[in-house]
């Protein structure tokens, strides 16, 4: 019988909590003010141009003070060039994205412009769900043909915003990079699928750049460039659980573009898996002078399978030898830390640092690593020049510092 007092006040809980929970919810749903894009004019039939729609849903949100959800529901909209500019006059803005955005057909309406859509100077938005169809295949064959063809444009381009989460975000068939993240703080992308043709051009996964605290994680990536490419002045990232393939790989560079340049710090990559790709694990620059540098590097956990580089630091990148030949990279790399990376190169140079004669790498630690050649039959070699650094347990092929 004692123990029924106490029950009797959990039950009372029990029915006073939902009641608290529904008022709070509604109170908030009174207060997030919803613009759905069709009812402002845009038509779900994938024809018919609906980019003014989006601007006024875009606009109506970013004017008012109050929380938005801007809906776009099932359907295919079609959307030209579109740049939704901050600063907005409040910092939550939520995209409920249920149809498909798709670009337009032909290549040239976008043409040289280099983004289809751009959030600039943006704080406190994010992006649920939804499909974006750059539609680049033909700009590809272009490429491929070697005709004379417009650069294309990256699908979404996140430049000079902060607070931005992405999630469950589709991107296929970019004309160029898939999504940017340029100039950004606080930025995270996760559940995201990006797929394009293994032999598509340019179409990288995500790039980042010039940003900090970036997180990109439980994501798939296929595509024909870099499933995640790392430009100059990365800070605090953090990429996990990530699946690429096909691809290049995840690539810290090009760096050393710029004789002047800020340096990439502080990244980690773990639990990542690498099917048929380029290469693995990349940190690459250009072979001449620069301030650049990358530190602070984690690489953990990675399954590789067939691929052609898996672990590869390559200082003497100089596209079609020009500005480059018999120059030394500066760009200074160190502190890069391989730990429990294990599968089979596709090449028998299983390991290749390649460094800088200038600014050799120092502080490389390969950490349990396994790697065979040809699906476990022959074993595979390391490759070092100007590299430094220490092995620890069970390395194979066996370093070569
Ligand atoms: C490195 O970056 C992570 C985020 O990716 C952050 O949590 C951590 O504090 C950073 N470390 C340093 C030393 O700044």
Redesign the pocket.
């Known amino acids: 019988m004692n123990s029924r007092s106490p029950l009797g006040v959990a039950s009372l809980l029990f029915m006073v909590l939902p009641i608290a929970i529904i008022s709070s919810q509604a109170a908030i749903a009174a207060t997030v003010v919803e613009h759905n894009v069709v009812s402002l004019g845009a038509n779900p039939d994938g024809v018919t141009g609906s980019t003014q729609a989006f601007m006024g849903a875009w606009l109506a949100a970013c004017r008012s003070k109050r929380p938005a959800m801007i809906i776009v529901p099932p359907g295919r909209f079609l959307v030209g060039g579109a740049t939704f500019n901050g600063p907005c006059k409040n910092n939550a803005i939520h995209w409920r994205i249920q149809g498909v955005i798709t670009a337009p057909a032909d290549y040239n309406v976008l043409g040289n412009v280099g983004t289809w859509l751009l959030f600039q100077n943006v704080d406190g938005m994010s992006i649920s769900g939804g499909i974006l169809d750059g539609r680049g295949a033909a700009l590809w064959a272009c490429k491929a043909s070697g005709k004379n063809c417009p650069s294309g444009a990256t699908t979404i381009f996140f430049s000079s915003s902060r607070n931005i989460v992405v999630s469950k975000l589709m991107s296929l068939h970019s004309q160029l990079f898939h999504i940017v993240i340029y100039g950004c703080q606080n930025v995270r992308l996760q559940g995201v699928k990006v797929f394009a043709s293994g032999d598509s051009q340019n179409t990288d996964g995500v790039h980042v750049q010039l940003s900090s ?1 970036v ?1 990109i994680m439980n994501s798939k990536i296929r595509t024909g460039d870099d499933c995640i490419s790392i430009g100059a002045g990365t ?4 990429i996990e659980n990530v699946a690429c393939g096909p691809g290049h790989g995840i690539s810290i560079g090009s760096l050393g573009k710029d004789a002047v340049e800020p340096g990439v710090e ?3 990559v773990k639990n990542v898996v690498f099917g048929g790709t380029q290469n693995g694990l990349r940190i690459k620059s250009w072979g001449r002078p620069s301030t650049g540098f990358a530190k ?1 590097i984690l690489f953990q956990h990675a399954i590789m399978y067939n691929v052609n580089n898996p672990i590869v630091i390559d200082q003497n990148y100089c596209p079609s030898n020009i500005n480059c030949p018999g120059q030394y990279s500066g760009v200074k790399i160190s502190d890069v830390t391989y730990k429990d990376i294990h599968g089979t190169s596709a090449t028998e140079v299983a390991v290749k640092f390649d460094c800088s004669l200038k600014n050799p790498c120092t502080g490389i630690r390969l950490d349990n690593v396994k790697l065979t050649y040809k699906n476990d039959q022959q074993p595979a070699r390391a490759s070092c020049v100007n590299a430094g650094g220490l092995a620890f347990g069970l390395v194979q092929p066996s370093s070569c510092f």
């Open positions: 605290r997180t800070t605090n990232l953090w502080n990244v980690t602070n």
